[in-house]
Every structure is written in C-alpha cells, then in structure tokens.
C-alpha cells in the first residue's frame, strides 16, 4: 500500500452527533503537573486521524454522562495524524466533565470525539505572532508553538502559571525557553507578582497578532490591557464565559443563557430555507425555541464558547452574546444558543 493510500484512510465515524463522531483509543495518559492529565488518542486500527490545523479543538463525549461533551484543544504536532494529543484540568467546581474523565479514562480506553475544528487559528498575514497563555490556556499554544517554528515564523510566547508543579509540557518546552522564544511566569497565586500584562501590551508592534487563552480572570486582564490594539489583530479562545472580559455584553454573561429568567426583548426570526418564522421571547433562546419546532442545530456546549451553532445571518442585526467569533465573522455570523436579535425580525440561512 502507498503512502498517499494509506494517507486518505481515515477512522469511520460511529453514531452522528451532528458533526462526524470517531472512536478512539487512548494509548498514554501521562501527568502533566497537579490535576493535570494529558491523553493520547489513536485510531484502534492504527490507520490516520483527520488533519488538524494549530489551534483547533475537539469535542469529547463524557464517558458515563449521557449528552455530556466538553471541548479540548488538540496540544500535539498538527503534522502528525498519527494521534492527537489533548490535556484536561481538573476542576474541583466544575460542571463534572473534567472530573469525570480524569477518574474514568484510562490507558486503553475507547473515547468518542469529533472532528477538529478551528476557532483559533493562527493568522498566516500576521508579521509576528504574540502568544500569551494562562494555565491550562497553555494547550492550544503547543501546537502553534510547533507550527510556527517549523515555518521560521517570528514569535513569542509568554506563559502564566502559579508555580513549576502547575505549569503543563514544561520539559516540552525547555528547548524553546533556552531559545529565547518562551518565557515562564511564576506568581505563587499572586498576579501582581506574574507577566506585567499591561506593559507587555502597552505598544502595538505594526503587523503584530496577539493570541490569548486562560482562565477568566486572565482573560480580562489581557482584553482591558490589548483594548487599544487595532481591530481584527487580537485573538482568543475561551474554555468559560468570562464576566470580566470588557469585551463582553454585561448581561450576566457567566450565566448559561438557558439559566437566565429574562434573557432580552422578543423578536422574531425567519428560517430561510423553510420560510418558517418563529416567536422568541423573552425567556428563551433562538435555539429553545428551534428544537421546539424540529428545527435541528449543531450545538454542543450551549454557553457560546464553542462555536458549533454558528449560523449565517441573511438580514438583520444580531445581539451577539458569544465568547467565540471575532468582530470580521460577526459581521455574518451569529451563534443561536446565546446570542439575540437588535431588530425585530432577524434571518438565519437555516
């Protein structure tokens, strides 16, 4: 069998769960710091997973919680298919997903994922490319460190972590750090003793792209300190919905919009393909009130953190609510399980 064969031989998808699902098989789980865990997946037939791009994430099916999925990001090469390779924080007040894993998914499990996809991605425009991480926001920056090393792009990674037993792939990342291209933040729980964030963001470089992902505290601060830097040259990736994010409409946005009593004014919404229009009302979301009609939409973690139910706006001004699409993409973009409607009739390409 060739090589270019055996290149198109992919995992058969199992059961759909809107996106193409696979089966996988978890060869290694390795320790990657306190309640950290990394998990190497591979096809159980050893044959080639689908491609992925720097920065794209998975969705994983909770072993034991029946609809339960949680998104990942892939940290391992994007040019080798071989395996991917993801790391999962646990979180003591959690919703469960975390915890359910690293107490359930061992060597030689079998785990259902989907596809990668790319909310993230890296800007090939950009003349340098600036990455800060807080955390486990480490995880996606593994795998644009790779790929913009492999490429001779210019780059810098600054990482923000509360002490050497918390920082994930630290051995990984040696070879970078005596580069020159990675620096470690240590601030033993307090902040004012980390990366000076606000200075580290005070003058825009022309042609620089920032890239930041952590935890929401983290997310705030990078926002309010980058706020100055030109439209469409900061990017981000959330893993919760952050209230301290300036950026975000104040309107509990930490709170699941399926959890808020009020959640805006009514309006309607026109389905495109159908001609169908729907009443929203106060109290629920578009997409409430779509699975009440059998209108099916790709969702997974309903808080607009994941960007599964991103669906094209045809008329109208959406209310975006969402931590996921930048400013370009909102401009046709909208994501049903949390976002609304300025004017009072809004049309989606459904």
């Known amino acids: 069998m060739n090589a270019m064969a055996k290149q198109e031989q992919q995992p058969k998808p199992v059961q759909p769960h809107g996106r193409a699902r696979l089966q996988v098989f978890v060869r290694a789980v390795t320790r990657q710091g306190e309640d950290i865990n990394a998990y190497e997946v591979v096809d159980p037939a050893g044959k080639l997973l689908p491609a992925f791009e720097a920065g794209s994430h998975i969705d994983v099916d909770v072993p034991g919680e029946a609809g339960l999925v949680r998104q990942y990001s892939l940290c391992g090469d994007p040019e080798d298919r071989s395996r991917y390779l993801f790391a999962v924080q646990r979180e003591p007040g959690g919703r469960g997903g975390s915890k359910a894993i690293h107490e359930r998914v061992h060597v030689n499990s079998t785990l259902t994922i989907s596809e990668p996809r790319n909310n993230f991605a890296l800007r090939p425009s950009a003349r340098r490319h600036l990455l800060l991480a807080g955390g486990i926001g480490i995880t996606p920056m593994m795998a644009m460190l790779r790929h913009l090393q492999r490429t001779g792009a210019e780059y810098t990674l600054h990482y923000c972590t509360r002490s050497p037993s918390r920082t994930a792939f630290l051995d990984i990342l040696q070879p970078f750090i005596a580069e020159g291209r990675v620096s470690i933040h240590w601030d033993n729980g307090n902040p004012a003793d980390g990366l000076d964030v606000k200075a580290t963001l005070s003058a825009y470089g022309e042609g620089t792209h920032l890239y930041y992902c952590g935890p929401p ?88 953190v994941c960007g599964t139910c991103r669906t094209r706006v045809l008329e109208g001004q959406p209310d975006h609510r969402d931590f996921v699409l930048e400013a370009q993409e909102q401009q046709s973009e909208m994501t049903v399980c949390c976002s609304r409607s300025k004017t009072p009739l809004i049309v989606l390409d459904l």
């Open 217 to 304: 505290g983290f997310m705030g601060a990078v926002a309010a300190a980058s706020a100055h830097w030109p439209s469409g040259t900061t990017h981000r990736e959330f893993f919760t919905p952050s209230a301290n994010d300036p950026a975000i409409p104040s309107q509990s946005p930490a709170e699941p919009a399926a959890a808020q009593t009020e959640l805006g004014s009514k309006f309607q919404v026109r389905l495109a393909r159908s001609g169908q229009t729907l009443d929203i009302p106060e109290d629920k979301t578009i997409l409430q009130v779509l699975r009440e009609n059998d209108v099916s939409v790709e969702t997974s973690c309903e808080l607009g």
